[in-house]
């Protein structure tokens, strides 16, 4: 085989997800009432660009075999601090921008602390600690409020050069900055490597335990840089329990149609970007389609299980039984 | 695997503590704590009205971790239990509006409602293999899709049956609440089927390890989608009695659920890897929360201050208790 | 050895499993530029050496040294460093990565703290050649190359890791003919370039092509070492054989007339590439023996007849009337009765934290209840039963299976199948790892309810046991049967003979009677 069919068969999931996403935004925007305007993609791309970010955060857990359901709740935790701190002069301005960040990668390696090092499940663990970055959440804003430095929040939920979307160009920078270096960087491997085979990695003499605490930690700066944004464009800091559920729902959601194994060690943040853009031009179809908003959950949930039970295929491959149990 | 230090606190007591689960004896000795705590706050605390009155609202939490504790147990986890428990209120409130057959089946048709939930659950983890976690949620926002749209979006209007309303609130016997001996009569029927049928031998079996139970010939998958329909069914029905207490369902009255349902369980010592654990910790679990939920208001401590207790009681206690083996 | 200094000497290393000695006192000289062979039957402790040479268990006692210089090694990476690579039979490969990731995996190039995929890309293509599989594109992702792919892959990982002394353990097992052919060039190669090259197998005429020395393992002592070529097969058989035992088997009862019905029969089984066409039958009162080199389709074997396995071709009948097992639950229902003692009794056998009284019972459940209610004092009464008739040894039924001994652990998964009364008895090597003494046990108990009339298929690792237990024995190599020996055809040199497929001299003139 050639080397462009290898290239094309290990970016067969993020080229589907970008192929998924590519029809239904086509399909969203011939049916919208104002087409393909630059506005319609502005307020698309703001509203994908936050659930972007939290399911590369999810993407990088997952790719450990893990799973992160705190993500939801590091976004409003950091959104919330941010409604304080992100206000005032540049310096002020820059310095609460360090500090969300920073506030992020405590959260992430907190998650990193209690499941690698104190080996806990991460499902239980990070339920657990998702009770506690909400409750400082809310401890911070009982009631929606707060500001943020508004030229600041214009400036990347705008437009550049009057078209493009200036929260895509953040989302590039960041994937550029922070994804790439990762993923081609040895702790980046050591996290793939872990996810696949954690035996096979410690036999090769991978760097397990750092590779992974690596991800959780990144993965915390990540969901950080979603609720940064989530202040930008909202103006406000807000512990709404249920949108950081929801959020850690679609997360899931996006890493699945983005072609990110759940159980490790395959797959990539792109995938997961195009996943989440895709997972919210498919709820927002509906809009178009005039259906009753009221649909949008479920549709939303169907697409999950749907997309869930795909995965499962694989198992009729498996010709010895015992192997359901490993 | 529990912790050697623990293992030497234990060695000092009297024997038939130290033949008990370490985490039963601690939950139980907390729950002392947490009393004699609230009666510092308080002088009605330890009153028998205010532990009856705590008694009833831990029933509804007791039924609902009842069944997660099924699923704990085969080592796998229902994050469904939100949304199941508001299908089964919602759904059993909507029967109630069909007349009189309508009131007639409405808790069996909301407890039917939490079941399907259950089984689709169980399908998935059993059948397909998905992870239970991944699963679970898709379920519970599908759960979440069907009743919002049922709902039309605004709070259901359907008002609890006079039968709901009775298990919830009245008195068969009189001082004990409907609610406690429903748990208690819950609670007993778990207990015998943990112990004493071939159905609970094998989710402990499962629980330890599925491939000895597969190879000892059990039929894993269907004990596993049972564990799931009974768990979907015992949220549903914890919905049904909440919907009672308060004479209509609400929206989001699921969510104050999932994560009390697992801390009990998993503060009473069963473990989070399966395979492991007593009801009576349940049991212990369930009124150590509710009675820490109940001081925190005391306290007039918010909400915020409790989700954050919580989380750190819950990986405190697991890193005690839930810790899996070191690697090499 | 014309005086050379060695490479690699270890002296008076021992390693213990619990009370079972899996190296005793080795000693073996690596030199530079040879190619040296390990040879022994099963459990003789080359696998231990060779985990212990690998830094993937530490020795109990004894001393290593690298050019006269004392070492140890903490963990796999450490030797490595040292330069010692193994190829172990598990791979080490990362499935879902592709083949460059995998062979640069341990040291992989940087630039500017990421990964130079272009340096890798090259390293790994060397890497390939020199292993002799240029064939395989290195962008490939390990978990779509078949098996003897990954082998290759796995050689070239070891390749690309710069190692002064190369071990193989068993690296040809999954090669194709043309692959091995290959593998022999380049290890040849690394001779000549002043590699020392450990090569454990199985194959006697590998070895013969390969090898400038080989040394012979026994009960965990190295028993012989001698330049190749100057013994024979026959020598070299006698040499693994004569572990030491004191075991004492119950007499064979005289085989049933062959008349008599086959309660088990399997025609043409076959399952992926590791069962390939094989018959035969069990007769009621039969013990028939599963021998030949450890991991030649034994285990698979008895997972398909046990409804494990998925996707089976041939047929299986009991009681001459054929069935499908699609699960254990299938082949445990009582118009079928089997069992199944599997392999490893902490993982497939017993639920450890759980209770003795509560493991007994499991398989049985269905009949010890009513209405899915369990009996208990008829659970009682059985157990009650089992614990006279195995003689287990434990301080209560409540007390967890885990805490006791290994002999009384594997007593326990066989008195939990026999509380089902069952007609075919399936085992997988049930007496590894265990006393003395309760092997003994555990052979009588096999002749008892043989001539109970259950029909017994007994794998077992120990070529003593197949000689001393079994009233026929199938030799497996490859996942076919090669040979099929009967009554007094059951030597231990006969067993061995045909299990590393060479031609057994001794035996010659009772070839003709299998059938």
């Known amino acids: 085989m050639k080397d462009w069919r290898y290239w094309l068969a290990e970016q067969r999931g993020t080229l589907l997800a970008f192929g998924i996403f590519v029809a239904m935004f086509i399909l969203y925007t011939s049916n919208h009432q104002a087409g393909f305007t630059a506005n319609v993609v502005q307020t698309a791309s703001n509203k994908g660009v936050l659930l972007a970010f939290v399911a590369m955060d999810q993407t990088l857990v997952v790719i450990t075999a893990g799973i992160d359901l705190s993500v939801g709740m590091i976004f409003l935790l950091t959104n919330c601090v941010a409604s304080w701190l992100v206000v005032g002069s540049p310096v002020e301005t820059a310095f609460g921008v360090v500090v969300v960040l920073a506030v992020g990668l405590l959260c992430g390696a907190l998650n990193g602390a209690i499941v690698i090092y104190g080996r806990l499940q991460p499902i239980v663990a990070t339920i657990a600690t998702g009770a506690i970055f909400f409750g400082i959440a809310l401890l911070l804003r009982p009631f929606p409020g707060g500001s943020v430095n508004e030229r600041l929040a214009d400036a990347l939920t705008g437009r550049l050069f009057g078209f493009l979307p200036a929260s895509l160009v953040a989302l590039l920078a960041v994937v550029l900055v922070v994804w790439v270096p990762f993923s081609r960087s040895v702790y980046g491997r050591a996290a793939y490597a872990a996810g696949s085979s954690e035996t096979a990695a410690y036999m090769s003499g991978v760097p397990i335990r750092r590779g992974k605490f690596a991800a959780y930690v990144l993965a915390g700066l990540l969901s950080a840089i979603g609720g940064l944004f989530l202040t930008f464009f909202t103006y406000t800091g807000d512990a709404a329990f249920a949108s950081g559920n929801a959020y850690t729902l679609f997360s899931i959601a996006a890493v699945v149609l983005g072609g990110v194994s ?65 | 695997m529990s912790d050697t230090g623990m293992d030497r606190i234990a060695s000092k007591m009297p024997s038939f503590i130290r033949r008990s689960d370490p985490a039963v004896v601690t939950a139980f000795a907390c729950i002392i704590i947490l009393l004699l705590v609230g009666s510092i706050y308080s002088r009605s605390f330890l009153s028998p009205e205010y532990l009856l009155q705590q008694l009833k609202v831990a029933s509804f ?88 749209v049922y709902t039309g979006g605004f709070s259901p209007q359907d008002s609890a049956t006079g039968a709901m309303r009775y298990l919830a609130t009245g008195f068969a016997i009189p001082g004990v609440p409907n609610a406690v001996l429903i748990w208690a009569v819950i609670g007993a029927a778990m207990v015998f089927a943990l112990t004493r049928t071939t159905f609970g031998r094998a989710v402990y079996g499962i629980g330890n390890r599925e491939r000895a139970a597969y190879l000892s010939g059990i039929d894993t998958r269907r004990v596993v989608m049972i564990a799931f329909a009974v768990s979907g069914g015992l949220s549903a029905f914890g919905g049904v009695l909440l919907a009672g207490y308060a004479s209509k369902a609400a929206q989001s009255m699921g969510d104050a659920y999932l994560l009390p349902a697992i801390a009990a369980v998993v503060l009473g010592g069963t473990s989070i890897l399966g395979g492991r654990g007593s009801y009576l910790g349940t049991v212990a679990g369930v009124i150590l929360i509710t009675l820490l939920q109940s001081i925190l208001s005391v306290m007039q401590m918010p909400e915020a201050g409790r989700q954050i207790i919580y989380g750190v009681v819950i990986v405190a206690m697991l890193l005690l208790y839930g810790r899996a083996p070191a690697s090499r | 050895m014309d005086g050379a200094v060695p490479l690699f000497r270890m002296e008076g290393v021992s390693k213990r499993y619990g009370g079972v000695r899996a190296l005793e006192k080795a000693e073996l000289s690596v030199m530079p530029g040879r190619i040296h062979a390990i040879l022994g039957e099963n459990g003789a402790g080359k696998s231990t050496l060779i985990k212990i040479m ?29 330069g010692i690579v193994c190829i172990f039979q598990e791979l080490s490969l990362i499935p879902e990565l592709s083949v460059a990731d995998n062979i640069i995996i341990s040291n992989p190039p940087t630039r500017f703290g990421m990964i130079d995929r272009r340096a890798q890309r090259r390293l790994a293509e060397a890497a390939l050649a020199r292993a002799g599989a240029s064939d395989i594109h290195p962008s490939a992702l390990v978990k779509d190359l078949p098996l003897s792919r990954r ?305 017994i298929v007994f794998y077992s690792t120990d070529y003593d046991e197949l000689v001393g237990c079994c009233d026929r024995v199938l030799v497996l190599y490859d996942g076919a049967v090669k040979r099929e020996l009967v009554g007094p055809e059951i030597t231990e040199h006969a067993l061995i003979a045909s299990a590393l497929n060479i031609q057994d001299d001794n035996a010659g003139m009772k070839q003709g009677a299998h059938a």
């Open chain 1, 262 to 326: 759940l159980f490790g060690g395959r797959g990539s943040a792109i995938g997961a970007i195009f996943g989440a853009l895709a997972f919210r031009t498919i709820g927002d179809l509906l809009f178009v389609f005039d259906f009753d908003p009221l649909w949008q959950p479920l549709f939303q949930g169907v697409i999950l299980l749907v997309a869930v039970s795909l995965g499962a295929f694989a198992l009729f491959r498996v010709r010895n039984r015992l192997e359901w149990f490993l």
């Open chain 2, 61 to 148: 939490l007791g039924v609902i971790a009842t069944g997660m504790m099924l699923v704990i147990l085969l080592g796998q986890i229902d994050l469904s239990v939100p949304w199941s428990v508001a299908a089964g209120a919602m759904m059993a409130c909507a029967a109630a509006a069909y007349g009189p057959m309508g009131v007639f089946l409405a808790i069996p048709f909301g407890i039917f409602c939490g079941v399907m939930i259950g089984v689709v659950n169980g399908i998935g983890v059993a059948y397909l293999r998905i992870p239970s976690m991944i699963i679970t949620l898709a379920t519970n926002a599908v759960a979440q899709g069907l009743m919002v």
């Open chain 3, 54 to 82: 690998a830094g993937v268990v530490a020795p109990d006692e004894g001393t290593m040294t690298m050019q006269g210089r004392a070492v140890t090694f903490s963990s796999p990476a450490a030797a490595n460093d040292a």
């Open chain 3, 151 to 455: 082998q290759m892959v796995e050689i070239a990982k070891a390749l690309a890791r710069k190692p002064r002394i190369l071990i193989l353990d068993e690296a040809t097992s999954a090669l194709t003919a043309a692959d091995v052919a290959k593998v022999f060039a380049v290890l040849k190669r690394l001779r000549e370039e002043g590699l020392a090259l450990l090569y454990i197998s199985h194959r006697m005429h590998e070895i013969a092509e390969l090898a400038d020395e080989c040394t012979v393992f026994r009960n965990g002592r190295n028993v012989a070492t001698y330049a190749a070529g100057t013994k024979t097969d026959n020598e070299v058989v006698e040499l693994m054989i004569g572990r030491e035992y004191s075991h004492i088997f119950p007499p064979k009862t005289p085989l049933p007339s062959s008349d008599r019905p086959a309660v088990l029969e399997c025609r043409n089984l076959g399952w992926t590439d590791r069962l390939n066409d094989i018959s035969f039958s069990v007769r009621a009162g039969e013990v028939v023996g599963l021998g030949g080199l450890d991991g030649q389709g034994q285990r698979e074997l008895l997972l398909a007849c046990f409804g494990v396995l998925r996707g089976l071709t041939g047929q299986m009948l009991v009681d001459g009337k054929p069935v499908a097992l699609g699960s254990p639950a299938d082949a445990k229902a009582d118009k079928v009765g089997m069992a199944l003692i599997p392999e490893d009794r902490k993982t497939e056998g017993l639920m450890l934290p759980m209770t003795v009284r509560e493991n007994l019972s499991f398989a049985a459940l269905d009949r010890l209840s009513r209405g899915g209610i369990v009996d208990r004092n008829a659970e009682q009464a059985m157990i009650d039963d089992m614990i006279k008739l195995l003689a287990i040894k434990t301080a209560g039924l409540d007390i967890p299976v885990g805490a006791l001994s290994g002999g009384n652990q594997q007593k326990v998964v066989i008195a939990k199948w026999l509380m089902r009364q069952p007609r075919i008895i399936l085992l997988n090597d049930p007496t590894r790892g265990i006393d003395v003494g309760t092997k003994q046990e555990i052979y009588q108990l096999l002749r008892k309810l043989a001539d109970a009339g259950a029909a």
